[in-house]
C-alpha cells in the first residue's frame, strides 16, 4: 500500500470547505480526470452513501466508491477503485487563522499484480496531481483569487 498527504489553507470558513466537499458531485469542478460524479444512493449524503463517476484520465473508465465517514464540518473519507487502485481518500478540516487548514490523507493499493510493480513510479505523479487538484479547488473556493 502506498501513501501520501497534502495539505493547505483556504481562505474560507471550515463549514464552506466542508459543505463544498461534503457535495461530491462538486468533483468534476476541482478534479481534472473526473468528467462526472453522480449519486446512486437515496436519502441524505452520510456514512454509506454511493457514488459512480466516469474517469477520463489516465482512460476513460467508470468508477465507484462510498463515503466511510461523515463529520460535519472536521472530516470526510470515502473508499473505492478510484483509477486503477483500491483507494481510501481522507479530508480533514479544522480552522484556523484566515480560513480552513484541509489535509487530504490517500491510500492507494494497486487493483492489479502488474500495477504493483510501477505503483512506485506512479504514486509520486499521482501525488502531484491531487496537490493540483486541491489547488484548483482553493482557487474556486476564493473565488477566483
Same mark, same amino acid.
Given at each position: ?37 453522480? *449519486? ?9 452513501? +454511493?457514488?459512480?463517476?466516469? /474517469?477520463?484520465? &489516465? ?6 466508491? =462510498?463515503?466511510?465517514?461523515? =463529520? ?8 473505492? /477503485? ?10 480533514? @478540516?479544522?480552522?484556523?487563522? $484566515?480560513?480552513?487548514?484541509? +489535509?487530504?490523507?490517500?491510500? @492507494?493499493? &494497486?487493483?492489479? $499484480? ?12 499521482? /501525488? ?5 487538484? @486541491?489547488? +484548483?479547488? *482553493?482557487?474556486?473556493?476564493? $473565488? $477566483?483569487?
Amino acid at each position: 500500500m502506498e501513501r501520501f498527504e497534502n495539505s493547505l489553507t483556504i481562505e474560507r470558513p471550515v463549514e464552506e470547505v466542508f459543505s463544498f466537499l461534503a457535495d461530491f458531485e462538486n468533483i468534476p469542478r476541482w478534479n481534472y480526470a473526473i468528467v462526472a460524479t453522480r *449519486k446512486t444512493s437515496p436519502g441524505p449524503v452520510g456514512v454509506g452513501t +454511493t457514488y459512480s463517476q466516469t /474517469r477520463s484520465v &489516465p482512460r476513460p473508465s467508470q468508477e465507484g466508491f =462510498e463515503v466511510t465517514v461523515f =463529520e460535519p464540518v472536521h472530516r470526510l473519507a470515502i473508499r473505492g /477503485r478510484i483509477g486503477p487502485f483500491e483507494a481510501t481518500m481522507r479530508y480533514l @478540516l479544522q480552522p484556523g487563522d $484566515g480560513g480552513t487548514q484541509l +489535509t487530504n490523507q490517500v491510500e @492507494l493499493e &494497486p487493483a492489479s $499484480g502488474p500495477l504493483r510493480l510501477i505503483a512506485p513510479v506512479a504514486v509520486p505523479r499521482v /501525488r502531484t496531481a491531487v496537490a493540483a487538484n @486541491l489547488e +484548483t479547488l *482553493k482557487r474556486i473556493l476564493e $473565488g $477566483g483569487r
